[in-house]
């Protein structure tokens, strides 16, 4: 507005003034962005309201002093190239004599490569008792397929192990690799591969229920356009992936397919409250970060004397993987007992502060659940463990925009559970992928999952 414009309402009096002020602020009003709540997932925060990530001060690199690395020399030597001496210094164009030295300089270096074809000859015996031609196995390739083991392996586990998008991966194929292959028939030849490792994916499953701590998260995940979740279910040697249109207790209730003895590390999720398992530790991790959001919010003395009594005691409790794991038994009881006092007593806190009733709410409703680390040595206070294996799905994710099919959704959580458990178990994906689907085409069954765990008890 100009101050013509302005002089001009004034002339028409009092009424006009005040309609006019009353407009702006209106307008004013309807520009502003609503600050989101504490709760907000992260995910459904716009992100020009996220604030900005704090930058590293820290130097990268390893610290002064630190051992040197560099590569390792190859154990063996494919090529060997003679150079032939200079006749004058490439410097000063002095003429050289004959050379006095030698140096060995190695180079490692990927080549272009070209496909492979194979045709095998294949002799076909008549069987009288069967009443049909009978022939040895091709174990190179499924039955039917023109496509061998090894790239379907690979590409299988750029996609699902690493993330990469069918058109990333065609790209290499096509162009690098000189190997003709379309979307359609990658897509097949993954969703044929999952069915075979189908019993693996079962197993992964049952190995999961039988460990003594089992970390979970979910995420969400589309599914032709539509919101489903993606569940991780995971341990020190195996991860677990399933999809499903449920966010709740249904889509639990497909993987607890019976009783977990084990301690179930979580977040708030209210879904895993009514878990029937045989402990539960809840993410010390996203209570403190909750504290800190709210603290953005909320400057009232009332709630900034409640979140320094919270802090200071999740505090005492983290620091319990410290000194007082070496007192006696009967100090360490004594510890314990004093920190589910102070949780006790911050639950029963009374306060006209929402923020306050809100907490002392939650603190009541997880008190068994939030302290089970102290009388576990192998339980961790936080679900770092599942938000980790979580990542790589939420990467794949942003590059792949999920999944198309139910199939497709399918054949997603099979192949990400096998490849990322045998990389946690520290398996040859490609190796471990290709041995198996020869064995399979000889004999019709999947052999052992590679390092099969023991119960962790």
């Known amino acids: 507005m100009t101050q013509e414009e302005a002089e001009r309402i004034y002339a028409l009096g009092r009424e006009a003034v005040i309609f006019t002020l009353l407009r702006l602020a209106a307008m004013a009003g309807a520009g502003a962005v609503k600050a989101p709540a504490p709760l907000t997932p992260s995910g459904m925060v716009p992100p020009q309201q996220k604030p900005k990530a704090k930058s590293k001060p820290k130097k990268p690199g390893a610290k002064k002093g630190h051992p040197g690395s560099s590569r390792p020399v190859p154990e063996q030597i494919t090529h060997e190239q003679e150079h032939p001496a200079?006749?004058?210094?490439?410097?000063?164009?002095?003429?050289?004599?004959r050379p006095r030295t030698r140096r060995f300089r190695l180079i490692e270096d990927i080549v272009e490569h070209s496909p492979e074809v194979t045709r095998h000859c294949i002799p076909r015996s008549w069987c009288s008792r069967c009443k049909k031609y009978v022939e040895p196995p091709v174990v190179d390739a499924m039955a039917g397929a023109r496509i061998g083991h090894r790239t379907v392996a690979l590409s299988s586990w750029l996609h699902y192990g690493l993330g990469n998008t069918t058109s990333q991966i065609l790209s290499v194929l096509n162009h690098h690799l000189h190997f003709q292959m379309t979307a359609g028939g990658l897509v097949a030849a993954w969703q044929r591969m999952a069915e075979v490792f189908q019993p693996w994916y079962e197993q992964i499953?049952?190995?999961?229920?039988?460990?003594?701590?089992?970390?979970?998260?979910?995420?969400g995940w589309r599914l032709s356009g539509e919101t489903v979740w993606l569940w991780c279910f995971t341990a020190p040697r195996l991860s677990y992936y399933m999809i499903?249109?449920?966010?709740?207790?249904?889509?639990?209730?497909?993987?607890f397919t019976r009783a977990f003895d084990g301690i179930l590390v979580?977040?708030?999720?209210?879904?895993?409250?009514?878990?029937?398992?045989?402990?539960?530790?809840?993410?010390?991790?996203?209570?403190?970060?909750?504290?800190?959001?709210?603290?953005?919010?909320?400057?009232?003395e009332e709630w900034a004397s409640y979140r320094r009594k919270v802090r200071r005691l999740l505090r005492d409790a983290l620091r319990w993987t410290g000194q007082s794991r070496r007192l006696p038994q009967s100090l360490q009881k004594v510890k314990r007992t004093r920190l589910h006092r102070r949780l006790k007593r911050l639950g029963q806190v009374q306060s006209d502060n929402k923020n306050v009733r809100r907490i002392a709410k939650r603190l009541v409703r997880h008190q068994q659940t939030l302290l089970t680390f102290l009388d576990h040595d192998q339980v961790p206070s936080d679900n770092n463990r599942a938000e980790r294996e979580i990542r790589p799905a939420v990467i794949m994710r942003k590059n792949s925009l999920c999944?198309?099919?139910?199939?497709?959704?399918?054949?997603?959580?099979?192949?990400?559970?096998?490849?990322?458990?045998?990389?946690?178990?520290?398996?040859?994906?490609?190796?471990?992928?290709?041995?198996?689907?020869?064995?399979y085409v000889r004999t019709k069954h999947l052999p052992q999952l590679p390092n099969p765990m023991p119960a962790l008890r």
């Open 244 to 255: 499903d249109r449920s966010r709740g207790r249904a889509a639990l209730d497909k993987f």
């Open 266 to 300: 979580t977040d708030f999720w209210a879904a895993y409250d009514r878990l029937q398992t045989g402990g539960r530790q809840t993410c010390l991790a996203h209570l403190l970060r909750e504290l800190k959001r709210v603290d953005k919010l909320d400057s009232s």
């Open 86 to 97: 200079l006749d004058r210094c490439p410097d000063c164009g002095a003429k050289l004599g």
């Open 205 to 219: 499953a049952e190995q999961a229920l039988e460990q003594a701590v089992l970390s979970a998260d979910e995420t």
């Open 403 to 439: 999944n198309r099919s139910e199939n497709g959704a399918q054949t997603q959580a099979i192949l990400m559970s096998i490849h990322r458990t045998l990389k946690l178990r520290g398996c040859d994906p490609m190796e471990t992928i290709v041995s198996a689907l020869q064995h």
